[in-house]
T-cell receptor, first 115, second 107 residues
């Protein structure tokens, strides 16, 4: 139990499908993040939300659309993905946005395969 | 993440010591983190260094030299459960991660 829950754990989708990833944190944190983790590559920051406001969009293609309705929930809406988007998508939360010593708490991730 | 370097893989024997080095380049620095990630699981926080020197937490220690842009994670008395990927990340206004070092502990 990590305190950050992601669903689904695994997702296979075609390039024309629309799907959503869900993340929920039970830690009372104010910042939430989406990261992409590909094999043998560094974690890539995608989006940051601080107090429900998006504070970072790391040049992510528009086929990825985040949504943060409140400080505890974060979604990543997917549409018209490409096979190279196949990766592990990790959600994380922290007490506040980076700039201090607050560590990130990660969920177990969604393993996405685009066919 | 391109300005963080750490070795790709390391192998060690149970009971031994392993040191994972991490070098980074940044114009702004506000601390360095180490995370552990077992296969198929979430990364978990191990340590945080913001001042130069050694921080010890049980079998794990982390060292930082800001002037050299260098850190290491020291794992002592290795156990089989320590087999995992270890991620170095520095903090400027956002966390930038290295690609991780996969440590394999052999009996």
């Amino acid at each position: 139990e990590t305190g950050v829950t992601q669903t689904p754990r695994h997702l296979v989708m075609g390039m024309t499908n629309k799907k959503s990833l869900k993340c929920e944190q039970h830690l009372g944190h104010n910042a939430m993040y989406w990261y992409k983790q590909s094999a043998k590559k560094p974690l890539e920051l995608m989006f940051v939300y601080n107090f429900k406001e998006q504070t970072e969009n790391n040049s992510v293609p528009s086929r990825f659309s985040p949504e943060c309705p409140n400080s505890s929930h974060l979604f990543l809406h997917l549409h018209t993905l490409q096979p190279e988007d196949s990766a592990l998508y990790l959600c994380a939360s922290s007490q506040r946005a980076p700039g201090g010593e607050a560590p990130l708490h990660f969920g177990n991730g969604t393993r996405l395969t685009v066919t | 993440g391109q300005n963080i370097d750490q070795p790709t893989e390391m192998t060690a024997t149970e009971g031994a010591i392993v040191q994972i080095n991490c070098t980074y380049q940044t114009s702004g620095f506000n601390g360095l983190f180490w995370y552990q990630q077992h296969a198929g699981e979430a990364p978990t926080f191990l340590s945080y260094n913001v001042l130069d020197g050694l921080e010890e937490k049980g079998r794990f220690s982390s060292f930082l030299s800001r002037s050299k842009g260098y850190s290491y994670l020291l794992l002592k008395e290795l156990q089989m459960k320590d087999s995992a990927s270890y991620l170095c990340a520095f903090n400027d206004y956002k966390l930038s991660f290295g690609a991780g070092t996969t440590v394999t502990v052999r009996a």
